[in-house]
């Protein structure tokens, strides 16, 4: 017998944006159903993420909307309204702190520093001298462009040193993104979502124009006049699903990412003395992991090809050479960095965008909206995201033309109002972007 339920939205995916916006349509009093195929919260593309907390971005609404995220993690249990009497163990915000080195890739930070100071967020202007004084086993000489280990100049020194970097305080990684998104399922739960978990979304039907729900690969019918498209890899196949594609100026395709996880040199505490690190002049970000290892991925320079994935379910999970690429290009700057006999690290996938920012927006169809697009750089700001998804839903449920008068969104904890429009699917696309994971 086919299960019938009724619902005032629907959530497809658990990952931490998906649980993030869950959480904030049932605090704002919506009955609201969390879908997902895996078998809890965070087991998808968010176990993998790298999980850093940044405000480094390349424009300023960018920023502003991580700025915002990095006080939730901040204040993490204030952030899920658990009381301190409350037992549980939550995820970790490690602030260490964020090294981003001046190169002539991103400009000697120019754009970086302006949006800072705009922002007023606080961050510290660095001299090669300074880098070393926290960072001594570090080779400052430049190595630009960052090239591939089949290059024959790989490895050799260019032209000069790095001319500095800047420092921000507000910055570190979450110990477990996939801790973290309990976290925020359990929140969630405490104010009336229910999730449903080991089940795929098989249909999106839609009448006259508005979605009524979902189907499930059980049969079960999920009546609502809300559904939220929090797909991560898998947001294309699920926009394809519920027809909602045909108007998309900007979409989204699953890429394969590997992240490489090598010892710190000998006689190096990383976990204690290391910190998050953006070097574009070698064309990799790091940061310290749990066992005293340096955790290594690739700030996609022209040399690391891209490996498009047409099927997310489906695609080798194996490492291929790019992790130790990326390992080799840290080693240049990281002096004594050596490398197991096995690659050890995560093999994932991201949802990407043609210009790496998100899609934070409604659809064609009434009802269906998208929080996708993620390019690897969205983790920091899912509480942010969450409530940005509410109020969008609100907006437009009201009547609102979103698409001739974009939300304006105004961020919970600095004095900033998003024109989420520069979120839209029907954007063009961002010439201020890194077109990268850097965002």
């Known amino acids: 017998m086919t299960q019938q339920i009724n619902a005032d939205a629907v959530v497809i995916g658990a990952g931490v944006i998906g649980t993030a916006t869950a959480y904030e349509l049932s605090k704002r009093g919506r009955n609201v159903i969390c879908v997902d195929k895996l078998p809890s919260a965070g087991y998808g593309s968010t176990s993998s993420s790298c999980a850093i907390i940044r405000v480094h971005y390349s424009t300023v609404a960018g920023t502003a909307f991580a700025y915002d995220g990095f006080f939730d993690w901040l204040h993490w249990s204030e952030y899920l309204d658990r009381g301190e009497s409350k037992g549980g163990r939550l995820a970790k915000f490690c602030q260490t702190g964020c090294l981003v080195m001046k190169t002539e890739s991103n400009n000697y930070l120019k754009n970086v520093v302006a949006n800072a100071k705009e922002l007023v967020i606080p961050f510290e202007d660095w001299t090669p001298k300074d880098i070393l004084k926290r960072l001594p086993n570090y080779d400052l000489r430049c190595f630009a462009p960052a090239k591939t280990v089949d290059d024959p100049h790989f490895g050799e020194a260019t032209s000069g040193e790095v001319s500095g970097a800047a420092f921000f305080p507000t910055a570190g990684f979450i110990s477990d993104p996939q801790l973290a998104t309990q976290n925020?399922?359990?929140?969630?739960?405490?104010?009336?979502?229910?999730?449903?978990?080991?089940?795929?979304?098989?249909?999106?039907?839609?009448?006259?124009?508005?979605?009524?729900?979902?189907?499930?690969?059980?049969?079960?019918?999920?009546?609502?006049?809300?559904?939220?498209?929090?797909?991560?890899?898998?947001?294309?196949?699920?926009?394809?699903?519920?027809?909602?594609?045909?108007?998309?100026r900007i979409t989204t395709r699953a890429l394969r990412q590997e992240v490489a996880h090598v010892p710190a040199p000998a006689g190096l505490d990383f976990d204690q003395a290391g910190l998050v690190v953006s070097d574009s002049d070698i064309g990799v970000y790091c940061r310290p992991e749990q066992g005293n290892f340096v955790l290594i991925g690739s700030e996609d320079p022209p040399c690391d090809s891209h490996q498009w994935v047409d099927n997310a379910d489906r695609f080798d999970r194996n490492f291929s050479d790019q992790a130790m690429t990326q390992a080799l290009r840290l080693a240049q700057r990281m002096r004594g960095l050596e490398f197991p006999s096995r690659t050890r690290g995560v093999v994932d996938l991201y949802d990407v965008t043609e210009d790496w920012m998100p899609i934070y927006d409604r659809s064609v169809i009434d009802g269906f909206y998208m929080a996708c697009g993620s390019s690897g750089n969205q983790f920091k700001n899912a509480p942010a995201a969450g409530r940005l998804m509410a109020g969008l839903i609100e907006y437009c449920e009201a009547g609102n033309d979103h698409d001739t008068n974009p939300f304006q969104f105004s961020l919970e904890h600095i004095d900033y109002s998003l024109d989420t429009g520069e979120m839209s699917r029907l954007r063009r696309i961002n010439p201020d972007s890194s077109f990268s994971v850097l965002g």
């Open 184 to 248: 925020i399922k359990d929140a969630a739960k405490n104010v009336g979502c229910e999730f449903i978990f080991n089940r795929r979304v098989i249909k999106i039907p839609s009448e006259n124009g508005r979605v009524k729900g979902v189907v499930l690969d059980d049969g079960t019918e999920i009546s609502a006049p809300v559904v939220v498209n929090v797909g991560g890899p898998h947001s294309s196949e699920l926009n394809k699903l519920a027809g909602t594609d045909v108007d998309m």
